[in-house]
């Protein structure tokens, strides 16, 4: 069988190795386009390194894009992580079609920052999907949904390392396998009865400290390591990363104590620990130093405003 691999990064370089490791007849490699600046793709890296042919249109919407595709005569196209859009005819220029990664259980947490949203949502189940991709977003049928649970202490990097990524690269095999053996399920999804969220960005990460503790804790897990929670405090940006929650009482987003084992702030029914912050953007440190580094004290106040992120004693 012949297949084209689509995608990116760790995922795309992990399936392209399994793919060759079974001995799969990989004839091309799609890729992200290379920016300018920054390394160059491990996926992209491992099909030179293997003589795959390799491609990085910066758009599929192209006649030129459309032709290319065909012109692999493919039987399959398996897309492990893909963020530009790709035109139904292109999907279906393999002879089979294309088949898709996406880490939720569709219909829910349709878009391109599943995972945070499930976090931030305090959930506890959450899931892959590999379905047959539309001109819809993340709307095509399922072909298979595996589940697992979202630990208390994962984080966006721990549940999609830990756990999604592995199982992602299984299910795409697995579902080779049930094609390669002329088995090709459809589940229609309705997406009328699941979600979609946009980027979990920067903006969504701010910090409330009059918020229910919970719901800040899970803020804090859904954007570590990217983009980071964050409040601001001495007219400083504080970002989040590593944190505990306690049912310790105190006045809402006034650090109570700093400690060797991080920086206690109350919020409403309990309060955070942070263990690992940074400021202003510079370097992640344990929460103790940087509140020597920045000169922070029990007594400072957390806020969204720089005006009012001193607390007036």
């Not at 400021?279 to 130093?289: F, R, T, Y």
């Amino acid at each position: 069988m012949k297949i084209v691999i689509h995608g990116q990064k760790a995922f795309g370089k992990e399936l392209l190795e399994r793919l060759l490791s079974n001995n799969e007849n990989v004839v091309a490699v799609c890729g992200a386009p290379q920016k300018d600046n920054e390394p160059e793709d491990p996926l992209i890296v491992l099909a030179k390194e293997r003589s795959i042919p390799v491609f990085q249109p910066s758009s599929w919407k192209t006649e030129e894009a459309y032709e290319l595709m065909q012109s692999f005569e493919a039987d399959i196209c398996m897309m492990a992580y893909v963020t530009l859009l790709v035109p139904q005819r292109v999907i279906d220029a393999p002879r089979l079609g294309t088949f898709q990664f996406h880490p939720s259980l569709l219909p829910y947490h349709r878009g391109p920052s599943a995972i945070s949203w499930s976090i931030a949502e305090g959930e506890t189940i959450t899931g892959l999907s590999i379905f047959w991709p539309n001109e819809g977003l993340d709307e095509g049928d399922i072909l298979m949904t595996k589940s697992c649970k979202i630990e208390p202490d994962d984080t966006l990097s721990s549940l999609y390392f830990n756990k999604l990524f592995p199982m992602g690269i299984d299910a795409m095999l697995e579902s080779l396998e049930l094609i390669k053996a002329n088995i090709f399920l459809r589940y229609v999804q309705d997406p009328e009865q699941g979600t979609y969220e946009s980027w979990f960005k920067k903006e969504r990460a701010k910090i409330d400290w009059n918020s229910n503790v919970d719901k800040i804790y899970n803020t804090i897990r859904a954007a570590n390591p990217a983009p980071g929670a964050w409040s601001m405090i001495n007219n400083k940006q504080i970002d989040f990363f590593t944190a505990q929650k306690f049912s310790e009482m105190g006045e809402p987003g006034v650090i109570k104590r700093i400690s060797n084992d991080g920086i206690l702030i109350p919020a409403i029914d309990g309060s955070i620990l942070i263990e690992k912050c940074r400021i202003d953007n510079g370097s992640k440190l344990p929460a103790v130093e940087a509140a020597k580094e920045s000169s922070i004290k029990e007594g400072d106040t957390m806020s969204n405003n720089l005006e009012t992120s001193v607390r007036i004693k």
